[in-house]
């Protein structure tokens, strides 16, 4: 049986002489930017995420310590602590971050306002206090007022609450003298810093007001009058004539001392003094000066000069006219008469002048009358203008 050959299942190649000739293809350069974008793709996949290479950077440091330990034979007591260290290192890394624990601010401090002067007379001022807005309506939120004497510690006074405004008015009552005032501010169980101190002098006390130059009484021989005292600090003064209505108004410096000038008017000045304290306390004081000679006019008469001794009066009258240095009548001034006669005992008398400035004193002549010279005097005294006197000569014949 002839033998079958099997049918081939491989496509005849055609002659060489009828192959196409393959051409070369030159291959397309990749566009640069793209190349870049794959590069950076691969690396990525490439590189391992932060968590993996860190772990994998502590087990080489891991290794490399046992390696060390082992050789040196330290190797079980520092197999636990690298493995603790690992385990910590590792469980920090993989850990979920928590929020951080927000730690609240403490209280902010109240503020009490500052007066304009710290110096008064009232016994009670009301304190402005500005809280923070932020415990408005919080009805656990309270302030407490401190107060501080002079010399002392501060001490609490009065809690007040918060209301629902940021500015409260509180009555306080201060001490006499020097009161340091600060507040701070509870919220719960929860107290501020003390607020700045404030400052309240309660001063109940008129100032002194002590004139040093001219002295009371004084003759002043200019127009003008410089007066010159002490008094407390700051106090305002107004210096009042009387005697031609002119004022003149001045402050005590810092250590109480004034100095101001004031206008005269003929003769005697009568001036006030007024000072009002930087507490609104009121005091005075009282001035006399005298503008002209502070020598009083004292002129003394006799209704006669000439006594006969055989046939002598029943009576003589002596007679004196005083006057202020300004010429004016003066009255109240008390004169003294003296008449010497001879023959007889000195006769005296004291006297008022009257509103025209005179006085009259009359004294009869009674017993033997001798002939010669006799003497009348007079001596008129004032508290303000001192003393002046006078005299007058008789003469007594046969």
Do not use: C, W
Not at 176 to 197: K, M, Q, Y
């Amino acid at each position: 049986m002839p033998s079958r050959r099997a049918a081939s299942h491989v496509r005849p190649r055609p002659p060489s002489s009828g192959r196409p000739r393959l051409q070369p293809v030159r291959a397309e350069a990749p566009d640069r930017r793209r190349v870049r974008q794959h590069k950076g793709l691969e690396a990525r996949r490439r590189r391992a995420p932060l968590v993996t290479r860190t772990v994998l950077a502590l087990s080489v440091a891991v290794l490399a310590a046992g390696a060390f330990l082992v050789a040196s034979g330290g190797v079980g007591p520092a197999l636990s602590t690298l493995a603790a260290g690992f385990g910590t290192a590792l469980g920090r890394l993989t850990a979920t971050p928590l929020p951080t624990d927000n730690v609240a601010p403490p209280t902010e401090s109240p503020r009490i306002a500052v007066p304009a002067e710290a110096f008064t007379n009232s016994q009670v001022v009301d304190l402005s206090i500005t809280v923070p807005v932020s415990v408005l309506g919080d009805q656990t939120a309270r302030v407490r007022i401190y107060l501080a004497l002079e010399g002392l510690e501060p001490a609490p006074v009065v809690d007040v609450p918060v209301g629902t405004t940021s500015r409260m008015i509180v009555p306080f009552e201060l001490t006499e003298g020097r009161n340091n005032i600060s507040a701070t501010l509870f919220r719960g169980d929860e107290e501020s810093d003390h607020s700045p101190v404030v400052t309240y002098i309660l001063d109940v006390t008129p100032p002194k007001i002590t004139i040093t130059t001219p002295k009371d009484g004084a003759a002043i021989k200019t127009q003008q009058v410089r007066i010159k005292g002490t008094t407390q600090s700051r106090t305002d003064l107004v210096a009042h004539n009387d005697s031609n209505d002119t004022s003149i108004s001045t402050a005590a410096t810092g250590d109480g001392s004034f100095e101001l000038t004031l206008t005269l008017a003929a003769g005697t000045n009568e001036i006030t003094i007024t000072g009002i304290d930087p507490a609104g306390n009121t005091g005075s004081s009282t001035l006399t000066v005298i503008q002209g000679s502070k020598e009083l006019g004292v002129r003394l008469s006799s209704s006669i000069y000439r006594v006969s001794v055989s046939k002598p009066p029943s009576s003589i009258q002596l007679s004196v006219t005083a006057t202020d240095p300004a010429g004016k009548p003066l009255a109240g001034a008390t004169a003294f008469f003296t008449l010497q006669i001879p023959g007889l005992s000195p006769i005296s008398n004291e006297l008022r002048t009257g509103p025209d400035g005179r006085a009259v004193f009359t004294t009869p002549l009674v017993g033997e009358l001798g002939t010669g010279g006799g003497i009348a005097t007079v001596l008129v005294s004032t508290e303000l203008y001192g003393q002046a006197a006078d005299r007058v000569t008789l003469n007594f014949v046969k």
